[in-house]
């Protein structure tokens, strides 16, 4: 899920674990539902996102990545090989970042594409584990999930300030799996999902950000996908039916 800057919410609609048939469904500030002209096909959970523009939608369909242009009703294959998951735009919208797992190697690590460039996808980064995408907040810095082995995962930060040069840091790690960042527009603050102790229903927590200070809980029941308005003065989050919110 994602919102647009026009504050229009981007959804998959279908059943959890279903991979045919999936409808894409834009949902206004009123709670209006809107399905895209795209065709229903099998869309991944939780791996489609808006374009900076609002014009574009960017989503995966049997681990290849497309684009779909709601202006000119045209969609558009990106990646041709590998298995790829959880594309996002850049600040920009002229390139896309992922994760992908390429022959040769058990592990997904990062990529990028340029759209306006018929080259294949570049590697962005390649580390031990699995790599995640999970946004793009400015130019020159990408947030992502890291998970190595017999480990949690864990939430990173890729420094672009030197783009031949990428530069990883992490940012916040734990005991429970850290999952789902999204940083505000401002770029002060990160909120993310976490199970606070082993074995409890995760909730929505936000701290500071680049420098995580204090924690603070801000969902209060098992919550998941956080992201911000535009204007990062509201934070989203989903909860399963029937929940609190």
Same mark, same amino acid.
């Given at each position: 899920m994602q919102l647009a800057p026009d504050g229009t919410l981007l959804y998959v609609e279908g059943l959890q674990g279903v991979f045919s048939g999936r409808q894409l469904v834009v949902f206004d500030m009123e709670g209006n539902p809107e399905a895209l002209p795209l065709a229903p096909r099998p869309i991944a959970s939780l791996s489609v996102g808006w374009s900076p523009d609002g014009e574009s939608i960017v989503f995966v369909s049997e681990g290849q990545i497309y684009t779909y242009n709601l202006v000119l009703d045209a969609t558009r294959q990106i990646t041709f090989e590998g298995t790829n998951t959880a594309p996002v735009f850049s600040?920009?919208?002229?390139?896309?970042?992922?994760?992908?797992?390429?022959?040769?190697?058990?592990?997904? =690590? /990062?990529?990028?594409?340029? #759209?306006? %460039? !018929?080259?294949? $996808? +570049?590697?962005?980064?390649? *580390?031990?584990?699995?790599?995640?995408?999970?946004?793009?907040?400015?130019?020159?810095?990408?947030?992502?999930?890291?998970?190595?082995?017999?480990?949690?995962? =864990? /939430?990173?930060?890729?420094? #672009?300030? %030197? !783009?031949?040069? $990428? +530069?990883?840091?992490?940012? *916040?790690?734990?005991?429970?799996?850290?999952?789902?960042?999204?940083?505000?527009?401002?770029?002060?603050?990160?909120?993310?999902?976490?199970s606070a102790t082993a074995g409890s229903p995760g909730g929505i927590y936000v701290r500071t950000f680049p420098d995580p200070g204090a924690q603070e809980l801000v969902s209060r029941t098992s919550a998941y996908v956080p992201f911000w308005s535009p204007d990062g003065a509201t934070l989203y989050y989903a909860v399963a039916p029937g929940q609190p919110i």
């Open positions: 600040p920009d919208g002229t390139r896309v970042a992922f994760s992908s797992q390429r022959p040769g190697t058990d592990v997904t =690590d /990062l990529f990028v594409k340029a #759209l306006n %460039d !018929p080259s294949p $996808p +570049q590697p962005l980064i390649t *580390l031990s584990g699995n790599e995640s995408m999970m946004q793009w907040p400015m130019d020159t810095l990408i947030v992502f999930e890291r998970l190595e082995a017999g480990s949690n995962v =864990d /939430l990173w930060m890729l420094d #672009l300030s %030197d !783009p031949d040069v $990428p +530069q990883e840091r992490l940012y *916040l790690d734990s005991e429970t799996n850290l999952q789902r960042i999204s940083v505000s527009p401002d770029g002060t603050l990160a909120a993310y999902r976490s």
